[in-house]
């Protein structure tokens, strides 16, 4: 590692910082619907998505009304991208004329794109037209992002609002970030992707004679308008099954950058806007600064084990099996740790070419449940759920009732945010014991020992965590592995989505006290401790067991020169 690689790191955790504060006081404005700078260009979208859907944007809901629009708009989401796949062969935009998908993979990639997944367990450029990347994955990556973020806001609404059942409306949440946030964004970014080399066209696969006479056929198509939503809204499911290591995906050292950029820019602003909705910006950055702390941890484990590695085993030559040449070791590194801490999932190296220890802190960062910015929304309120452990636990042990935001946190509000913490941990573990105990899941595996373990725990903790990253060594796309991992996405996603719900309408009922000489400050230091004390120990109790097994097992038989194939 040398003084460019430090300056790279410094250069991309200062600019995210930097966007963090314009960003995300734009979008509370914008989801408190204030006016904006593009009220005057998009509101007439706005308002036309509201007539057309009959909703009258200020008429609020309960939490109850909010879980069931949710619910009902995912359910139709589902099956639109299911239908469009499985008859896919007889719709247009097809140039390539490819076939229908098998149903089994087409049900698990419509629960990956509804659930903000993206797991792809087949190749983009063989397997879907255009029509179904464009109609049915592009626009699930744009509503799967919106309604994460949508949930985070009702649950901000019910910390900050007192004495209501009411903690806003779904549709006009939905719409709102969509029009104002996601779209503009992504066009933006969508115009830099094609500045940069990445393809954008209707061109049906161009056949080129190679150098030793073979041939081959070059995919091409819409890809920089999906690849700008896919890593904005943290969906991570690539137009090429090479993902962002794909040329035509990421073509130079800046689209690189700015992809990688891209991953946390809106979950990082996110804790900026719920600073300002509960009116307290000083707790929003002691969040940041644990999230900000945590992830540069774990990209400095992932750093010196990818340059240790080298060191000892390879003379200090640079580990580039499964990287591209274009981007080297640290970038891979920085990508490997922001996509996992995210629930994005895009790759620009085969995470399974990771030294050990790296593979195993991208597994980490999602085993403690994507809250380290994570996902769009999903990764704010999935922190909430920590913060509120945090406050009961201090509560208890000064021997007062815990208070959040001057509301008394009891049992159901822990209840719920038990449920949220510990489910997708739970799914992760009986998925990849399950997959261990059958020749289904082992029949798929491409190692033995400990990293043919990583590759079944890595796809539950991946699809259980919502991220949609593989270890790549792993074929999914088998029946078994269709149906378990769309089950695990599917509920990964609502055992958290619905208990978030459930806190905001709980809270937003209660009265608001004022602060207190007892009341335990959530703005310092010793909270930001504890809070990451908490995360830490929640994560290590439950997957240090399994996580031995796998990486750490791995690097200890890297280290005497063993290795298992």
């Known amino acids: 590692m040398n003084v460019y690689d430090i300056i790279q790191v410094a250069v991309f955790a200062g600019l995210l910082v930097l966007l963090t504060p314009p960003l995300g006081a734009f979008m509370a404005r914008v989801f408190e619907g204030e006016r904006t700078f593009l009220s005057p260009v998009l509101g007439w979208l706005e308002r036309l998505t509201y007539r057309l859907g009959g909703v009258d944007p200020a008429k609020e809901m309960n939490w109850k009304e909010y879980a069931w629009a949710v619910i009902i708009f995912n359910l139709l989401g589902l099956a639109v991208v299911f239908f469009i796949q499985v008859f896919q062969a007889h719709l247009p935009l097809n140039p390539n004329h490819l076939g229908n998908v098998e149903w089994t993979s087409a049900l698990n990639t419509a629960v990956s794109f509804m659930t903000n997944t993206n797991w792809q367990g087949y190749s983009g450029e063989t397997t879907l037209s255009f029509f179904s990347q464009m109609l049915a994955l592009a626009v699930q990556n744009f509503l799967s992002a919106a309604y994460g973020i949508a949930v985070f806001l009702a649950l901000a609404r019910g910390i900050s609002r007192k004495s209501t059942d009411l903690i806003g409306n779904f549709w006009a949440d939905l719409v709102r970030c969509t029009v104002y946030v996601l779209l503009p964004l992504a066009l933006i970014f969508a115009f830099v992707l094609v500045s940069q080399g990445v393809v954008q066209n209707f061109s049906a696969n161009r056949e080129i004679t190679t150098l030793e006479g073979a041939k081959q056929a070059i995919p091409l198509g819409p890809a920089a308008s999906q690849i700008a939503i896919k890593q904005l809204g943290t969906n991570g499911g690539g137009f090429f099954n090479a993902n962002s290591a794909h040329p035509f995906e990421n073509p ?237 996405m599917l509920a990964g996603r609502f055992v958290c989505l619905l208990p978030a719900l459930a806190i905001a309408g709980s809270l937003a009922g209660k009265k608001s006290a004022p602060p207190s000489a007892g009341t335990f400050s959530t703005g310092g230091s010793m909270f930001a401790l504890l809070l990451t004390s908490v995360i830490i120990i929640v994560g290590v109790l439950t997957f240090v067991p399994a996580l031995v097994l796998g990486p750490v097992l791995e690097h200890m038989l890297m280290v005497k020169g063993m290795f298992l194939f």
């Open 252 to 488: 130079t050292p800046l689209s690189n950058f700015l992809e990688m950029l891209a991953i946390l820019m809106l979950p990082a602003a996110l804790v900026y806007t719920y600073g300002i909705m509960i009116k307290d910006k000083k707790h929003a950055w002691v969040l940041y600064a644990v999230m900000l702390a945590i992830w540069s941890g774990g990209l400095a484990v992932a750093l010196y084990s990818e340059h240790d590695a080298a060191a000892r085993l390879f003379h200090g030559m640079s580990l580039m099996e499964g990287k591209e040449t274009r981007f080297g070791v640290t970038n891979s590194a920085i990508w490997a740790t922001a996509t996992t801490v995210a629930s994005n999932g895009s790759v620009n190296a085969m995470h399974s070419s990771l030294s050990p220890l790296a593979g195993g802190m991208a597994m980490f960062n999602m085993h403690l449940g994507e809250i380290i910015f994570g996902g769009v929304g999903s990764g704010m309120y999935g922190m909430l759920f920590f913060v509120l452990m945090t406050v009961f636990l201090a509560g208890l042990m000064v021997g007062r009732t815990p208070e959040y935001m001057g509301k008394k946190i009891e049992k159901r509000e822990i209840q719920m945010a038990m449920i949220g913490m510990l489910g997708p941990g739970a799914l992760m573990l009986i998925g990849a014991a399950v997959a261990c105990s059958l020749p289904a899941g082992l029949s798929s595996l491409s190692a033995k020992g400990p990293h043919g373990f990583s590759e079944m725990l890595y796809a539950y903790t991946s699809a259980a965590a919502n991220n949609g990253s593989a270890f790549a060594g792993l074929n999914a796309n088998t029946p078994f592995y269709n149906l378990t991992l769309a089950f695990t």
